[in-house]
């Protein structure tokens, strides 16, 4: 006979751990107790010692589908004479370690429950158990009890407590646990806020039918919901929204409705049916793409599958496929609140499905490419947040603090790297006060007091100017990080790589150390440094910002500078002057704007209503070609390190080409895709040159270019095909969301050599 004492961290709380761990402990014949503690879980177990043996074994083979085992370790302890297993109260410690579980989907068991009429929670729209429902929307603090979560409004009837206190119920220490006699409930509003008689599912069911709006509050925000098969309807939505062309994502029954516009491959089934459900951007069937074109202008449309029992209600017996897009005002953060919303959506929305749980934490849907069989994320949200990404040791507690589009925070603890959810460009006081209030929340959450702050190097962004005042405030030191290097850090770090490595950092902006607008980037280097090998031909960008929004500048710039007609653009005689005058014309490098200007000289798009629309479009313009442009390079000394060379591509005979191709007669799509095709070869020949000088072969792609499908398609394959290894993003975004990870491991880098260089 032994007794040992087991620690184990992780998540492993609110996912059935407990009852897991008493049936194999009852297997093994084994007495002791377990508790929740600030760090995970402790278990002390007696028994047979070959049994405690395989007990170790089974556990982490064994656990519950949604437990996350980081860590196990394991002592002998005195004996205890226990006679049985019990669950003791929740420990808190001084020091917090606790993982927390993301929000997960309905699970098949709480389904077959939710549809069957003998069940006692027959049709009820909060059925949740151990393996599903909300976490971290109604999570107040930890240890994961129900008196810290939002569902300490609603006390639980006998037979939900009974279940709550039945460890072998699914529902055992389910803390969101309820039914329709204790749990929240719905209403229905209409479109004055005025309460309407009736099942509020069918209600927001008849509105929607008649072509109406209607705001759904879900788990983590609400959704402003519409027929998609109805152009006018979605036309009507976008005008009250004010949002013109940007692509709407919809809700789908099931696979089949999916199906029937979309291409689904099996890893694409898989991840939209999973417990994460997150919106994939599928691929439209040829035949299905005209009418899809009020939904989504490009190739893609974003499907999401029903992921709340709310969701599956409102689908049965009505709808195949639904507009599902965040309720938010333009810039603002999604709204989560029932008075905010009615509120701020009057004359938005023409009804409201409202429920009285409160939603602690806003959390918008993920928004994922699938590539490899794995998620590719353009954004990283609900269902993933908060589950940490794990990290080589960190030097110190840190706070990285992002950028400004696409803002997110990253909070660093030991091994641990907390990526905040979505939470929208940092150009207003609303998302700014929605991003202060997140970072509190997860510093609270997971126990961390920063030592130091990270932050981009531009001095405009609300991101830099928080992370300034807060460490002069604090007196703790801040480090400034090139939005490049931390780009290129991030995919280092969600790959585990130390260094050094190639970086292809490909984007739109970023602030440099030479004080100019970088943007199509190879570097080379680690977390503790990097240098600049390559990079494109600057582009005046005439208007400075008005030239993001206004491809046609771009294509001006470019057609000038190569010795070609610029009759055919708006403005020209105007644009010619301001160039020539060199007044507000920055230089930039951002292979974005190289995009945006192809696409304008295509006659693709000339304007853009939302980010990265004109090369989205040329993207979706492209055909199936091997056809290249001219890839010229030449070398010029690095403006930020005189005494270095910088290996230029110089797009002027590209342009010039593509012009001449163009007056020939070669079709738009063949000519969009010789362009993607001159990029990959740039991109290949850029990255092999400085393998050859370095002798690195680690070559990591980073940063809101990469989220071009048909390069990610191409230019790993043809870089591997080269001798490189080649490393995507895989569990953070590619794009500013998931820089904050790498703004982070640097921090840590330079953190370490300081105390290195003082001691």
């Given at each position: 006979?032994?007794?040992?004492?087991?620690?184990?961290?992780?998540?492993?709380?609110?996912?059935?751990?407990?009852?897991?761990?008493?049936?194999?402990?009852?297997?093994?014949?084994?007495?002791?107790?377990?508790?929740?503690?600030?760090?995970?879980?402790?278990?002390?177990?007696?028994?047979?010692?070959?049994?405690?043996?395989?007990?170790?074994?089974?556990?982490?083979?064994?656990?519950?589908?949604?437990?996350?085992?980081?860590?196990?370790?394991?002592?002998?302890?005195?004996?205890?004479?226990?006679?049985?297993?019990?669950?003791?109260?929740?420990?808190?410690?001084?020091?917090?370690?606790?993982?927390?579980?993301?929000?997960?989907?309905?699970?098949?068991?709480?389904?077959?429950?939710?549809?069957?009429?003998?069940?006692?929670?027959?049709?009820?729209?909060?059925?949740?158990?151990?393996?599903?429902?909300?976490?971290?929307?109604?999570?107040?603090?930890?240890?994961?009890?129900?008196?810290?979560?939002?569902?300490?409004?609603?006390?639980?009837?006998?037979?939900?407590?009974?279940?709550?206190?039945?460890?072998?119920?699914?529902?055992?220490?389910?803390?969101?646990?309820?039914?329709?006699?204790?749990?929240?409930?719905?209403?229905?509003?209409?479109?004055?806020?005025?309460?309407?008689?009736?099942?509020?599912?069918?209600?927001?069911?008849?509105?929607?039918?008649?072509?109406?709006?209607?705001?759904?509050?879900?788990?983590?925000?609400?959704?402003?919901?519409?027929?998609?098969?109805?152009?006018?309807?979605?036309?009507?939505?976008?005008?009250?929204?004010?949002?013109?062309?940007?692509?709407?994502?919809?809700?789908?029954?099931?696979?089949?409705?999916?199906?029937?516009?979309?291409?689904?491959?099996?890893?694409?089934?898989?991840?939209?049916?999973?417990?994460?459900?997150?919106?994939?951007?599928?691929?439209?069937?040829?035949?299905?793409?005209?009418?899809?074109?009020?939904?989504?202008?490009?190739?893609?449309?974003?499907?999401?599958?029903?992921?709340?029992?709310?969701?599956?209600?409102?689908?049965?017996?009505?709808?195949?496929?639904?507009?599902?897009?965040?309720?938010?005002?333009?810039?603002?953060?999604?709204?989560?609140?029932?008075?905010?919303?009615?509120?701020?959506?009057?004359?938005?929305?023409?009804?409201?499905?409202?429920?009285?749980?409160?939603?602690?934490?806003?959390?918008?849907?993920?928004?994922?490419?699938?590539?490899?069989?794995?998620?590719?994320?353009?954004?990283?949200?609900?269902?993933?947040?908060?589950?940490?990404?794990?990290?080589?040791?960190?030097?110190?507690?840190?706070?990285?603090?992002?950028?400004?589009?696409?803002?997110?925070?990253?909070?660093?603890?030991?091994?641990?790297?907390?990526?905040?959810?979505?939470?929208?460009?940092?150009?207003?006081?609303?998302?700014?006060?929605?991003?202060?209030?997140?970072?509190?929340?997860?510093?609270?959450?997971?126990?961390?007091?920063?030592?130091?702050?990270?932050?981009?190097?531009?001095p405009d962004y609300l991101s830099t100017a928080y992370a300034s005042e807060r460490a002069e405030k604090e007196s703790i030191p801040l480090l400034q990080v090139q939005h490049h290097h931390a780009h290129m850090a991030a995919c280092m770090a969600d790959n585990g790589l130390t260094g050094p490595c190639i970086g292809l950092v490909w984007d739109g902006t970023g602030l440099g150390t030479d004080g100019t607008v970088w943007g199509a980037e190879c570097l080379i280097g680690d977390y503790s440094g990097?240098?600049?090998?390559?990079?494109?031909?600057?582009?005046?960008?005439?208007?400075?910002?008005?030239?993001?929004?206004?491809?046609?500048?771009?294509?001006?710039?470019?057609?000038?500078?190569?010795?070609?007609?610029?009759?055919?653009?708006?403005?020209?005689?105007?644009?010619?002057?301001?160039?020539?005058?060199?007044?507000?014309?920055?230089?930039?490098?951002?292979?974005?704007?190289?995009?945006?200007?192809?696409?304008?000289?295509?006659?693709?798009?000339?304007?853009?209503?939302?980010?990265?629309?004109?090369?989205?479009?040329?993207?979706?313009?492209?055909?199936?070609?091997?056809?290249?442009?001219?890839?010229?390079?030449?070398?010029?000394?690095?403006?930020?390190?005189?005494?270095?060379?910088?290996?230029?591509?110089?797009?002027?005979?590209?342009?010039?080409?593509?012009?001449?191709?163009?007056?020939?007669?070669?079709?738009?799509?063949?000519?969009?895709?010789?362009?993607?095709?001159?990029?990959?070869?740039?991109?290949?020949?850029?990255?092999?040159?400085?393998?050859?000088?370095?002798?690195?072969?680690?070559?990591?792609?980073?940063?809101?270019?990469?989220?071009?499908?048909?390069?990610?398609?191409?230019?790993?394959?043809?870089?591997?095909?080269?001798?490189?290894?080649?490393?995507?993003?895989?569990?953070?975004?590619?794009?500013?969301?998931?820089?904050?990870?790498?703004?982070?491991?640097?921090?840590?880098?330079?953190?370490?050599?300081?105390?290195?260089?003082?001691?």
């Open positions: 006979m032994r007794t040992i004492e087991i620690k184990i961290k992780g998540i492993v709380q609110g996912v059935g751990f407990r009852p897991f761990m008493h049936r194999l402990v009852r297997r093994h014949g084994l007495k002791g107790n377990i508790r929740n503690t600030s760090s995970g879980v402790t278990v002390e177990l007696e028994g047979d010692g070959e049994e405690l043996r395989r007990f170790l074994e089974e556990l982490p083979r064994e656990a519950p589908p949604l437990a996350v085992i980081e860590d196990i370790s394991w002592r002998g302890i005195p004996a205890r004479g226990f006679t049985d297993f019990t669950i003791i109260q929740s420990e808190r410690q001084a020091e917090r370690n606790t993982l927390i579980s993301p929000d997960i989907a309905i699970c098949p068991d709480c389904l077959r429950e939710l549809l069957d009429p003998k069940d006692r929670r027959y049709r009820y729209p909060f059925i949740n158990c151990t393996n599903c429902g909300p976490r971290l929307t109604i999570i107040e603090d930890v240890p994961y009890d129900r008196p810290k979560t939002s569902m300490k409004a609603f006390p639980m009837c006998p037979d939900c407590d009974r279940e709550y206190h039945d460890i072998e119920n699914r529902r055992y220490h389910a803390q969101p646990d309820c039914c329709p006699v204790c749990g929240p409930s719905l209403n229905f509003l209409d479109a004055d806020g005025n309460p309407a008689s009736g099942d509020p599912v069918a209600l927001a069911q008849q509105a929607l039918r008649e072509g109406k709006i209607v705001a759904v509050k879900g788990l983590g925000g609400f959704h402003l919901a519409c027929r998609s098969d109805d152009p006018a309807i979605t036309r009507e939505l976008r005008r009250r929204k004010q949002r013109d062309e940007k692509p709407f994502a919809v809700m789908c029954r099931n696979l089949e409705a999916a199906r029937r516009f979309c291409r689904v491959s099996e890893d694409e089934a898989r991840i939209l049916n999973g417990a994460r459900k997150p919106i994939v951007l599928l691929e439209k069937k040829l035949d299905a793409r005209p009418e899809l074109t009020h939904l989504s202008e490009n190739n893609w449309l974003g499907v999401m599958l029903p992921y709340t029992p709310l969701h599956v209600l409102l689908f049965d017996g009505t709808f195949d496929m639904l507009v599902m897009t965040s309720a938010n005002l333009s810039d603002t953060p999604i709204l989560k609140d029932n008075e905010a919303a009615v509120e701020k959506l009057r004359g938005i929305a023409d009804g409201f499905l409202l429920h009285n749980r409160f939603i602690q934490t806003r959390c918008d849907d993920s928004l994922c490419w699938v590539l490899s069989g794995k998620e590719y994320f353009a954004r990283r949200s609900r269902g993933y947040v908060p589950q940490p990404v794990t990290v080589l040791p960190l030097h110190a507690q840190i706070l990285a603090c992002g950028a400004e589009q696409k803002a997110s925070f990253c909070l660093g603890k030991g091994e641990h790297a907390f990526l905040s959810q979505h939470i929208g460009d940092l150009k207003n006081l609303e998302t700014l006060e929605h991003y202060e209030l997140q970072v509190r929340y997860f510093e609270r959450l997971f126990d961390v007091h920063p030592k130091a702050l990270a932050c981009d190097l531009h990097f240098s600049r090998f390559g990079s494109i031909r600057p582009i005046p960008l005439i208007g400075g910002d008005r030239a993001v929004k206004e491809a046609a500048r771009v294509a001006f710039s470019l057609l000038k500078e190569a010795g070609c007609s610029t009759e055919s653009l708006p403005n020209a005689p105007l644009l010619e002057k301001q160039l020539s005058a060199g007044f507000n014309c920055p230089l930039s490098s951002g292979m974005g704007r190289l995009f945006d200007g192809v696409s304008a000289i295509l006659g693709i798009r000339e304007t853009c209503s939302y980010e990265g629309q004109a090369a989205i479009l040329l993207e979706a313009a492209a055909g199936e070609s091997d056809a290249c442009l001219p890839v010229i390079f030449c070398e010029e000394p690095a403006p930020e390190a005189p005494h270095t060379k910088l290996l230029r591509f110089d797009w002027r005979p590209m342009i010039r080409e593509l012009i001449r191709q163009r007056d020939s007669g070669v079709p738009v799509p063949l000519l969009a895709s010789m362009f993607m095709n001159t990029m990959v070869e740039m991109a290949v020949e850029i990255a092999v040159a400085a393998s050859k000088e370095t002798g690195i072969r680690q070559t990591v792609l980073s940063g809101g270019s990469f989220q071009n499908i048909y390069f990610m398609q191409r230019l790993p394959q043809r870089l591997r095909a080269a001798g490189l290894e080649v490393f995507c993003h895989r569990r953070v975004s590619c794009n500013d969301e998931g820089l904050s990870l790498g703004q982070l491991k640097i921090a840590s880098a330079r953190l370490k050599n300081d105390r290195s260089e003082r001691f």
